[in-house]
């Protein structure tokens, strides 16, 4: 097991940013990390690399604690923060090396940077001051500097938020490459995203856990029918509610409605617009995409 979360939870003064939160990552997977803004993914990355600590609960990293441990881990883990912060007037070159030498790789070091810059497709970019590099380079300097010191164990916090489309295209290749070897872990708010790269998806919603499936099968999640509907009159909800299986009623502009259920409710909610004379002039199963079951899941 690569990385193992038991029962975390933080605080930030009384505000509760985890809660909770329990999940384990096997190694060479690769997990996509999903959850709206503020949902606490970069306050869980933080805490898996050692860089801040946490309220209550454990976290392991190739079986060891992370309090503990701290510095061993750090040595194990690339981190790619989510404003990576990197020093704009060394040149890509010189800074990859200072960081080489920051994990002290000794004789190494001249060949990890060219290799890493070989990976990263930085080559003709290395001679530039990374001040001067577009955000996607700036992004794969980030990716090198994370990989340098060849750890096991890949934590990236939203590595393609701001790229071009091009850009992405290149960075989630990238991380897809790494991955056949590496346990990653990727943060992002792009449904997309997760099913370009991951195996797996955790999704948390305010601190907690709201999913964890094979990022292929999370169509198959509890909530999976949407249906629209529109009356030619307003509807209580009340007979919405007494539909078995309606789990979630949003009322819309022009007597329009979202339904979500757990199974096909069409034919009950037909019958209940026949036996209140209510006229259902529409009524149109959603297709149902990771995007879509997101918004269920964290609403
Ligand atoms: P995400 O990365 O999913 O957007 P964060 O982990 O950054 O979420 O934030 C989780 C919650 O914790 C948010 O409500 C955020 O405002 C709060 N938070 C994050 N960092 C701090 C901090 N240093 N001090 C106080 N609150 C914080
Ligand atoms: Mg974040």
Same mark, same amino acid.
């Given at each position: 097991m690569s990385i193992q979360v038991k029962e975390v939870s933080k605080f930030y003064g009384k505000q509760k940013a985890l809660d909770n939160l329990s999940f384990e990552i096997s190694d060479a997977e690769v997990v996509g990390f999903l959850g709206p803004n503020g949902a606490g993914k970069s306050t869980m990355m933080k805490i898996i690399t050692g860089f801040l600590p946490q309220s209550s609960g454990e976290v392991?990293?190739?079986?060891?604690?992370?309090?503990? &441990?701290?510095?061993?881990?750090?040595?194990? !883990?690339?981190?790619?923060?989510? &404003?990576?912060?990197?020093?704009?007037?060394?040149?890509?070159?010189?800074?990859?090396?200072?960081?080489? /030498? !920051?994990?002290?790789? /000794?004789? %190494?070091?001249?060949?990890?940077?060219?290799?890493?810059?070989?990976?990263?497709?930085?080559?003709?970019?290395?001679?530039?001051?990374?001040?001067?590099?577009?955000? /996607?380079?700036?992004?794969?300097?980030?990716l090198a500097q994370a990989l340098i010191h060849d750890p096991k164990v890949l934590i990236l916090d939203e590595p393609t938020t701001g790229l071009d489309p091009n850009q992405l295209v290149e960075v989630r290749q990238l991380i897809q490459d790494i991955g056949k070897e590496k346990t990653v872990m990727l943060s992002?708010?792009?449904?997309?995203?997760?099913?370009?790269?991951?195996?797996?998806?955790? !999704?948390?919603? %305010? /601190?907690?856990?709201?999913?964890?499936?094979?990022s292929n099968s999370i169509h198959s999640i509890k909530e999976s029918h949407v249906f629209d509907l529109q009356f030619t009159s307003p509807v209580s909800k009340v007979y919405f509610e007494n539909i078995e299986g309606i789990s979630h009623i949003e009322a819309l502009a022009d007597n329009r409605y979202q339904i979500s259920a757990k199974s096909d409710v069409r034919e009950q909610i037909f019958l209940m617009a026949i036996s209140n004379q209510l006229v259902l002039i529409e009524m149109k199963a959603q297709e149902r995409n990771l995007e879509s079951i997101f918004h269920e899941l964290t609403r």
């Amino acid at each position: 097991m690569s990385i193992q979360v038991k029962e975390v939870s933080k605080f930030y003064g009384k505000q509760k940013a985890l809660d909770n939160l329990s999940f384990e990552i096997s190694d060479a997977e690769v997990v996509g990390f999903l959850g709206p803004n503020g949902a606490g993914k970069s306050t869980m990355m933080k805490i898996i690399t050692g860089f801040l600590p946490q309220s209550s609960g454990e976290v392991f990293v190739n079986g060891m604690n992370v309090t503990e &441990h701290s510095l061993e881990i750090r040595k194990q !883990i690339g981190y790619l923060p989510e &404003h990576n912060p990197l020093y704009l007037d060394l040149y890509v070159k010189e800074y990859l090396e200072y960081v080489a /030498g !920051i994990y002290k790789l /000794g004789k %190494k070091k001249k060949q990890r940077v060219a290799e890493m810059i070989d990976l990263t497709g930085l080559g003709l970019e290395q001679n530039k001051k990374i001040g001067a590099l577009s955000k /996607g380079y700036r992004q794969r300097v980030g990716l090198a500097q994370a990989l340098i010191h060849d750890p096991k164990v890949l934590i990236l916090d939203e590595p393609t938020t701001g790229l071009d489309p091009n850009q992405l295209v290149e960075v989630r290749q990238l991380i897809q490459d790494i991955g056949k070897e590496k346990t990653v872990m990727l943060s992002t708010h792009i449904m997309q995203e997760v099913e370009a790269i991951c195996q797996r998806v955790l !999704i948390i919603n %305010k /601190g907690q856990l709201v999913a964890d499936q094979a990022s292929n099968s999370i169509h198959s999640i509890k909530e999976s029918h949407v249906f629209d509907l529109q009356f030619t009159s307003p509807v209580s909800k009340v007979y919405f509610e007494n539909i078995e299986g309606i789990s979630h009623i949003e009322a819309l502009a022009d007597n329009r409605y979202q339904i979500s259920a757990k199974s096909d409710v069409r034919e009950q909610i037909f019958l209940m617009a026949i036996s209140n004379q209510l006229v259902l002039i529409e009524m149109k199963a959603q297709e149902r995409n990771l995007e879509s079951i997101f918004h269920e899941l964290t609403r």
